[in-house]
């Protein structure tokens, strides 16, 4: 389990066999880590290919985040969540660029990324990193 002070990073993009998309990353430091009770329910279908995703489709997906696509596993769970600190961020600027996901055009979701900025994410959705010097 990870502690307050580690590295976490949260990162979209790289889907291809061969031709890759570009992997888009927001790099951070965890400040605090808590549980809250959250029923996961089945995820949010806007309807359209995720491609075609509008920020508020990607906002109604982090709020239900985690979810399910099977109505049998729809349940009681513990959520284990952490707040970041924004250190270091790569997002895309064009749909040409990547596709418009959490990260898009400096933000994270409807969040502005800057140096020193709090988030707060589903644990599950990070990674371990090395964190910066």
């Given at each position: 389990m990870p502690v307050a002070g580690d590295c976490a990073?949260?990162?979209?993009?790289?889907?291809g066999a061969i031709l890759?998309?570009?992997?888009?990353?927001?790099?951070?430091?965890?400040?605090?880590?808590y549980r809250r009770p959250h029923r996961?329910?089945?995820?949010?279908?806007?309807g359209k290919p995720r491609a075609r995703y509008d920020r508020a489709d990607w906002r109604r997906l982090a709020d239900a985040?985690?979810?399910?696509?099977d109505p049998a596993q729809v349940r009681e769970v513990e959520?284990?969540?952490?707040?970041l600190r924004?250190?270091?961020?790569?997002?895309?600027?064009?749909?040409?660029?990547?596709?418009g996901g959490w990260l898009f055009r400096g933000h994270f979701l409807d969040?502005?990324?800057k140096a020193g900025?709090?988030?707060d994410v589903d644990g599950s959705l990070l990674e371990r990193c090395e964190a910066l010097p």
């Open positions: 990073l949260f990162r979209e993009g790289g889907e890759k998309t570009p992997t888009y990353w927001l790099k951070a430091t965890i400040v605090d880590i996961m329910e089945l995820c949010p279908n806007p985040w985690p979810c399910v696509r959520a284990i969540r952490m707040r924004v250190d270091s961020w790569d997002t895309p600027w064009s749909r040409q660029h990547g596709h969040t502005e990324l900025v709090i988030i």
